[in-house]
């Protein structure tokens, strides 16, 4: 690997995150087919599945299990949910690890969203992730939209009901484009 002959990497960083690749990969080929098994070998999973998709399918008098389930006291829901996710945990290393390594390889730029509005072309095939980060005591809820050539921000607010709003506050973001 080049990196590891590199004198402008630090080795002791690179090493931590082949280890943590390198087990994250052990992981991943040690589940075998069970991610894709995990709903299908639980009747309680496999039902709402089937009806969540369905307008009202949920309703009580299609899924009465589902709702007792949801009367149960939190510890005992929880301590379901930690158990129906626990195969899915060598997937969310990977993840992390992945996400981790595409957030941290970009430097934020301070950019301004006049009047509540943002817009930026965007570099082809330069990035494959947007970060965004808005001060929390402005208050501020960003709605973005996008695609393959440009990215816009509208900065909303939320108004005494609690309904969103434009927002036409100028503000500054920090946005980092991500590979």
Request: aromatic residues 6%; proline residues 4%.
């Amino acid at each position: 690997m080049t990196f590891r002959t590199n004198a402008s990497v630090d080795q002791q960083v690179l090493e931590n995150v082949l280890t943590r690749i390198e087990s994250a990969f052990e992981h991943l080929n040690g589940l075998g087919s069970k991610i894709n098994q995990l709903v299908g070998e639980n009747d309680f999973l496999s039902s709402l599945r089937n009806r969540i998709s369905i307008p009202g399918g949920t309703c009580g008098f299609d899924l009465p299990y589902y709702h007792a389930w949801q009367q149960k006291p939190a510890g005992l829901r929880q301590d379901n949910l930690k158990h129906w996710t626990e195969p899915l945990e060598p997937l969310k290393a990977a993840v992390d690890i992945l996400l981790g390594l595409m957030r941290d390889n970009a430097s934020a730029q301070k950019v301004s969203a006049s009047g509540g509005v943002f817009q930026q072309n965007l570099p082809q095939g330069k990035f494959q992730l947007l970060r965004l980060y808005i001060d929390p005591s402005l208050n501020l809820i960003p709605e973005i939209s996008g695609n393959r050539m440009m990215v816009s921000i509208r900065l909303m607010q939320q108004d005494e009901d609690g309904r969103l709003q434009a927002s036409n506050a100028d503000a500054t973001l920090e946005l980092a484009l991500c590979s």
